[in-house]
């Protein structure tokens, strides 16, 4: 079946920092592929999304690409700040009627 | 224009006793999902209603049902509650069902606790 496997968290960085948070997925059709966040005491909010191979989606300096031959969708941030910890979510949608397939989630912690 | 409301946002149930949660989407919206959040399993998706019917269902037993109202809002129900069934329950409302790339809006969800 389809599934998305994320690294495991927690990851914590000192502000400023250089955020790689791995993604890898297996999909019997054509993904969509999503990155959502979650902050403490909240539900989650889509934070990017790529709909296509080699397509980019990037917010609030946050960018991941959509890679069909390594089949990954990696979240990258170039400096990250104390105000970006959460709980970071990988997630895909086949075409037609199935849900969204999430990853665990990796927690992240920015310390100043 | 509002979110997604979840009511309640915590409950204490014992075992044995039933439950139902409920949740608002946003205005216009006709599709509603349920995922259930836990430390070791993380989202899991329980079921989608659409339109009043259910489109999807996931791997969850029969205590597990929903329902959709003709207004969108929807209520999740869980009988003979186990200690496992402790978890975070998240509403996410679609304007449509079944668009691939369409953003789906979260509750704040409700934190569910069987003692």
Same mark, same amino acid.
């Given at each position: 079946?389809?599934?998305?496997?994320?690294?495991?968290?927690?990851?914590t960085?000192?502000?400023?920092?250089?955020?790689t *948070? +791995?993604?890898?997925?297996?999909a019997?059709?054509?993904? /969509?592929?999503?990155?959502?966040?979650?902050?403490?005491?909240? !539900?989650?909010?889509?934070?990017?999304?790529?709909?296509?191979?080699?397509?980019? !989606?990037?917010n609030?300096g946050?960018?991941a690409?959509y890679?069909?031959?390594?089949? /990954?969708?990696?979240?990258?941030?170039? /400096?990250?700040?104390? /105000?970006d910890? #959460?709980?970071?979510?990988? #997630?895909?949608? *086949?075409? !037609? +009627?199935?849900?969204?397939?999430?990853?665990?989630g990796?927690?992240?912690?920015? *310390? #100043? | 224009?509002?979110?997604?409301?979840?009511t309640?946002?915590?409950?204490?149930? &014992?075992?044995?006793?039933q439950?139902?949660?409920?949740?608002?989407?946003?205005?216009?919206?006709r599709?509603?999902?349920w995922?259930q959040?836990?430390?070791?399993?993380?989202?899991?998706?329980?079921?989608?209603?659409?339109?009043? &019917?259910q489109?999807?269902?996931g791997?969850?037993?029969?205590?597990? %049902?929903?329902?959709?109202?003709?207004? %969108?809002?929807?209520?999740?129900?869980?009988?003979?509650?186990?200690?496992?069934? %402790? $978890?975070?329950?998240?509403? $996410?409302?679609?304007?449509? $069902?079944?668009?691939v790339?369409?953003? $789906?809006?979260?509750?704040?969800?409700?934190r569910l &606790?069987?003692?």
């Amino acid at each position: 079946g389809d599934s998305v496997t994320q690294m495991e968290g927690p990851v914590t960085l000192s502000e400023e920092a250089f955020l790689t *948070i +791995n993604c890898t997925y297996t999909a019997t059709g054509y993904p /969509s592929l999503f990155w959502y966040v979650q902050y403490p005491g909240e !539900g989650l909010q889509l934070l990017l999304k790529a709909t296509k191979a080699d397509d980019k !989606g990037s917010n609030k300096g946050f960018e991941a690409t959509y890679r069909k031959e390594t089949t /990954s969708f990696h979240l990258e941030k170039g /400096s990250v700040q104390v /105000s970006d910890s #959460a709980v970071y979510f990988c #997630a895909l949608r *086949i075409v !037609g +009627n199935t849900p969204l397939v999430f990853g665990k989630g990796t927690r992240l912690s920015v *310390i #100043a | 224009k509002a979110g997604v409301t979840q009511t309640p946002r915590y409950l204490i149930k &014992t075992r044995g006793q039933q439950v139902t949660l409920s949740c608002s989407p946003i205005s216009g919206h006709r599709s509603v999902s349920w995922y259930q959040q836990t430390p070791g399993q993380g989202l899991q998706f329980l079921f989608e209603y659409f339109s009043e &019917t259910q489109r999807n269902k996931g791997n969850f037993p029969g205590r597990f %049902s929903g329902r959709q109202f003709s207004n %969108s809002r929807s209520e999740m129900n869980v009988s003979t509650l186990e200690l496992g069934d %402790s $978890a975070l329950y998240l509403c $996410a409302s679609l304007p449509m $069902a079944g668009e691939v790339n369409t953003e $789906a809006f979260f509750g704040q969800g409700t934190r569910l &606790t069987v003692v």
